[in-house]
């Protein structure tokens, strides 16, 4: 018997049957835009031999207004649709199946031509939406039914409708967004009425045995949502209509809530779906934070949902079904939520990948094959970037050491696992030490390797990481000043005041770290949803605390500076980089830009504004930590330069200035494949 039968359990839909209960959900990745329909396909390919028991293809646009940005992909022609096919073939050739999102942006389309209900502009785009006339709602209808047919003749065994999410669909259900007074606004009657005619609409157009999902918003996270009686009156109202599966949507992308960061608590809203389990008889997905399968296996066993949706724990690992069927579970490469590689790449106009897995979308350039000549590789370095060269140069077939002098593998991620609301880290280190285990790679921690000790070696990497930087502030020598590592490795007392200086990614870490008290409101769903003023939706309209946030108080009071005369946070992760700010608003955190660090003494850290060095001011603490940033060390392979060996240099040690784990684990694991 499987760990997972409820997981692994199939889906009879009547006409068809899904082989579990794992839909890999809708991403926007780039690749279609790109036109490259080869690297699509295979993207998709990998996924359905990797086990997903239905796959839901990036957002297509209906229509050229309803695009997320002008030119977004869609099915506009017969030439899309032979697009498409490539893209289903090689599916259903994979054994999977796949059904193409339609998504229709509304005023959240990042373009001049974008429409909605009414012209009530959005937060997250600059551009007005023109309110639709009777013939414009008629003509979106058509094109919502027009997109399925295609896809049903490209294909698809299905399409989802986007209805939740604050698209399109869902701006036509609350006052928030629609404010018209014909018969479109005004009763939820009428503000409902486009989805359910969508729906009908895409029924009529693909016939009877044709998945159509339909992604229901459960709970709006923003003013004047929908109330629970009307999300549950619409669920009926879409089953009816012709829905097969209703999927689930947490949050409006506009809600100032984070619903899938990595702080949020693994499966924090599977509560939420279960609310509507028992009120259609048509099967319910839930969605958000789930990331493992025993995470998967609890939702569907505590009766919150008939499946689990996971989109970005896909691009992680496309094998993450098949290596639970097969008993390999540790064997996942975990998605840790960090959105560095995927969303931030999206918002930024780059191909989505994974952090963890530089593979992901890259499946057609980034590809190894065994060595022709295994060789004797040495590694120095086990963080993120001399991990991931020796699992793939070891998968190649060489011969490799890993060294370290620490007593531990991880580098920085053991630093990162200790900050509240990275707890995912720690199971990313889980999964490099049970894959080195498993693998050959000979592990020498404790080991301070010399030029000398690497005599005998054909390839040496050296990932010798980071060493912090020194700021170079007088008085910086006293027992009170401390740097990030000291603080992150709990190695040194912190006192009741504190000032950080330095406000980069450790910077932001370090200030919640000191400032939360007790457990991370991330291990304590309660503790969270009090702390971001989450209520439950069937007592609040979507789901808003009437008292809104209720923090727990700082464990101390902390000033965090930089030099820099700008916002705090700036260089932060363009999706979680509002979350890092808000919370540590939330614990009060002073932060200050555009300082000169004058001295540290007995009084505190002297500090001034600007170039003439004007405003002299005391910052009265008991500890000072540095997080100044970080320099590479280079020093051994400067002494092998020295000796006439070229090592290869990745990660922080070849270039220190915004070093992070996605490029040390891109970089390394490049390099093993061309070893
Ligand atoms: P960083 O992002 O480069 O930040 C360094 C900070 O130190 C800046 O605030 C900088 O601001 C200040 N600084 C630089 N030189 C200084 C000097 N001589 N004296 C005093 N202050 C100085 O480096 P980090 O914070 O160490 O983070 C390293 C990398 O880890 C980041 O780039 C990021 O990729 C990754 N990381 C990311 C996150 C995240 O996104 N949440 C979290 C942790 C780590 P001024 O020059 O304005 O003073
Ligand atoms: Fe998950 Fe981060 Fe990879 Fe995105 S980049 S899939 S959030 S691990």
């Known amino acids: 018997m499987t760990s997972y039968p409820k997981m692994l359990a199939p889906l009879d839909l009547g006409f068809t049957t899904l082989k579990n209960r794992v839909l890999m959900g809708s991403m926007h990745t780039g690749l279609e835009e790109r036109g490259d329909w080869n690297r699509v396909a295979e993207f998709y390919a990998a996924r359905a031999r990797g086990g997903a028991g239905l796959i839901v293809t990036g957002g297509m646009a209906p229509n050229r207004e309803g695009g997320v940005f002008p030119g977004a992909a869609g099915l506009f022609s017969d030439e899309d649709i032979a697009n498409h096919k490539s893209v289903t073939d090689r599916v259903h050739d994979a054994g999977g199946k796949i059904a193409m999102q339609i998504l229709h942006a509304g005023r959240y389309a990042y373009g001049p031509e974008c429409v909605s209900a009414s012209p009530v502009k959005s937060p997250i785009s600059p551009f007005p939406p023109k309110e639709l006339d009777e013939e414009g709602i008629d003509k979106q209808i058509k094109d919502f039914a027009t997109s399925a047919a295609r896809a049903k003749r490209a294909g698809y065994d299905g399409v989802e409708v986007m209805g939740s999410e604050g698209y399109f669909l869902n701006q036509f259900l609350v006052t928030h967004t629609n404010k018209r007074e014909d018969g479109w606004g005004g009763s939820y009657e009428n503000r409902m009425r486009l989805p359910i005619a969508v729906v009908r609409a895409v029924r009529e157009a693909v016939g009877p045995d044709f998945i159509i999902i339909y992604r229901l918003s459960m709970i709006d996270l923003v003013p004047n949502g929908s109330s629970f009686d009307e999300v549950i009156q619409l ?6 209509a012709g829905a097969t599966i209703l999927n689930t949507g947490i949050g409006w992308h506009e809600a100032r809530i984070p619903t899938i960061a990595t702080s949020v608590p693994r499966a924090a809203f599977t509560w939420v779906t279960k609310k509507l389990m028992g009120h259609v008889s048509i099967p319910v997905i839930t969605s958000n934070r789930i990331n493992h399968p025993e995470v998967a296996e609890n939702v569907l066993e505590s009766g919150c949902a008939d499946m689990v949706s996971m989109a970005r ?26 959105n560095q590689a995927c969303l931030d790449h999206t918002f930024g106009g780059k191909i989505s990948t994974c952090l963890v897995n530089p593979r992901a979308c890259y499946e057609t350039d980034l590809a190894w094959q065994p060595a022709e000549k295994p060789k004797k590789v040495a590694i120095v370095g086990a963080g993120p970037a001399g991990m991931s060269t020796a699992l793939v140069a070891d998968e190649r077939g060489h011969e490799v050491t890993l060294f370290d002098r620490a007593d531990e593998i991880g580098g920085q991620l053991n630093m990162a696992k200790q900050v509240p609301g990275k707890e995912e880290f720690w ?30 070696f054909d390839e040496v990497v050296i990932a010798t990481g980071v060493t912090p930087r020194d700021p170079e502030i007088a008085g910086q020598d006293r027992d009170n000043v401390l740097t990030y590592i000291d603080v992150l490795r709990g190695k040194a ?25 007790g457990d991370s409101p991330t291990e304590n769903l309660d503790e969270w949803l009090a702390e971001w003023g989450v209520a439950d939706p069937a007592e609040q309209r979507g789901g808003l605390a009437p008292e809104g946030p209720q923090p727990e108080a700082p464990a101390r009071h902390a000033v965090l500076m930089q030099r820099k005369a700008k916002a705090l946070g700036k260089g932060l ?77 990745i990660g922080g040690a070849d270039v220190a200035a915004e070093l992070d784990a996605k490029r040390a684990i891109n970089q390394g694991t490049r390099l093993a494949a061309e070893l």
């Not at 669920?235 to 009816?240: G, P, Q």
């Not at 330095?502 to 919640?512: K, L, P, Q, R, S």
């Open 235 to 240: 669920a009926k109202e879409i089953e009816a």
């Open 493 to 517: 007392p912190v006192g009741d005041r504190v000032a950080i200086i330095g406000a980069g990614g450790i910077g932001f870490d370090v200030a919640e770290y000191l400032t939360q008290k």
């Open 573 to 649: 992760g363009k999706t979680t980089g509002w979350i890092h700010r808000a919370t540590l608003k939330m614990k009060q955190v002073e932060m200050v830009g555009g300082v000169n660090y004058e001295r540290i003494d007995d009084q505190g850290l002297h500090v001034s504004s600007g170039e003439a060095r004007e405003n002299p001011r005391v910052v009265e603490c008991d500890t000072v930590v540095l997080c100044a940033g970080q320099v590479s060390d280079r020093s051994l392979a400067d002494a092998l330069v020295a000796k006439g060996i070229n090592p290869h240099v």
């Open 313 to 338: 724990p896909f691009l992680a690992d496309a094998d993450f079904v098949a290596k639970a069927e097969q008993g390999r579970a540790d064997e996942i490469a975990p998605c840790i939520a960090c």
């Open 427 to 456: 199971g990313l280190v889980d999964w490099y030490r049970t894959m080195l285990a498993k693998s050959g790679v000979t592990q020498r921690l404790n080991t301070e390797v010399t030029a000398d000790d690497l005599d005998g």
